[in-house]
Nanobody
């Protein structure tokens, strides 16, 4: 069974930094893209940053230049370094991973989500 577990959320003042991490557990899952999404109350879930199997990263416009996504392939981990945080960054942050799950002799494309971690930025 594949699971994603986030850590590192919390409360920080505007201008501060936080680092989120997410570890993927489970066997037979060949990860392609890992990403972070966020969802503020009453709003849709939006992409924050993603990084694919070739270490190509992309960012949402609102976090470009402030956040850095990185990946440890051996540890099956993705991290998000968040700098110069703003109150509008307050949200629940979700880890995401997609890839191929081996099922018997074949594979199936799958997507997984973590449960989310709260990030609150005070003004």
């Amino acid at each position: 069974q594949v699971q994603l577990e986030e850590s590192g959320g919390g409360l920080v003042q505007a201008g501060g930094s936080l680092r989120l991490s997410c570890v993927v557990s489970g066997k037979d899952f060949n990860i392609n893209t890992m990403a972070w999404y966020r969802q503020a109350p009453g709003q849709q879930r939006d992409l924050v940053a993603s990084i694919n199997s070739g270490s190509i990263a992309s960012y949402g416009e609102s976090v470009q230049g402030r956040f850095i996504v990185s990946r440890d392939y051996r540890k099956k981990m993705v991290s998000l370094q968040m700098n110069s945080l703003k109150p509008e960054d307050t949200a629940v942050y979700y880890c995401y991973a997609d890839g191929l799950l081996q099922i018997g002799p074949g594979h199936r494309a799958m997507e997984y989500w973590g449960r989310g971690t709260q990030v609150t930025v005070s003004s």
